[in-house]
């Protein structure tokens, strides 16, 4: 069974930091693609932040680009996004994703999702 679980949101206040950490298990992990994707209430998911099975390739929503570093962890199974300079605007339910083989940004070509945390960026 396939569980991918998020930790690391919170309430944070506009300018500061938060590092989300996605750890996967009952997957070959080296074998997918990870994204970080967010959803606000009434909008749809959109994706955030992705990295390559072997972390050689990054991709990055352009509003995040700059302020948002994904990472991998292969040896222990885990994923990570660092926000930094955290805005209002990145309110938002975050989930991690696992897609076989090849990075992508569309939701719907993604095969596990974890269950989302919860970020709230005050003004």
């Known amino acids: 069974q396939v569980q991918l679980v998020e930790s690391g949101g919170g309430l944070v206040q506009a300018g500061g930091s938060l590092r989300l950490s996605c750890a996967a298990s009952?997957?070959?992990?080296?074998?997918?693609?990870m994204g970080w994707f967010r959803q606000a209430p009434g909008k749809e998911r959109d994706f955030v932040a992705g990295?390559?099975?072997?972390?050689?390739?990054?991709d990055y929503l352009d509003s995040v680009k700059d302020r948002f570093t994904i990472s991998r962890n292969n040896a222990d199974n885990t994923v990570y996004l660092q926000m930094n300079s955290l805005k209002p605007e990145d309110t938002a339910v975050y989930y991690c994703?696992?897609?076989?083989?090849?990075?992508?940004?569309?939701?719907?070509?993604?095969?596990?999702w974890g269950q989302g945390t919860q970020v709230t960026v005050s003004s």
């Open positions: 994703a696992a897609k076989l083989m090849t990075l992508q940004r569309n939701p719907s070509s993604y095969n596990y």
């Open positions: 009952g997957l070959t992990f080296s074998r997918y693609a």
């Open positions: 990295i390559s099975w072997s972390g050689g390739i990054t």
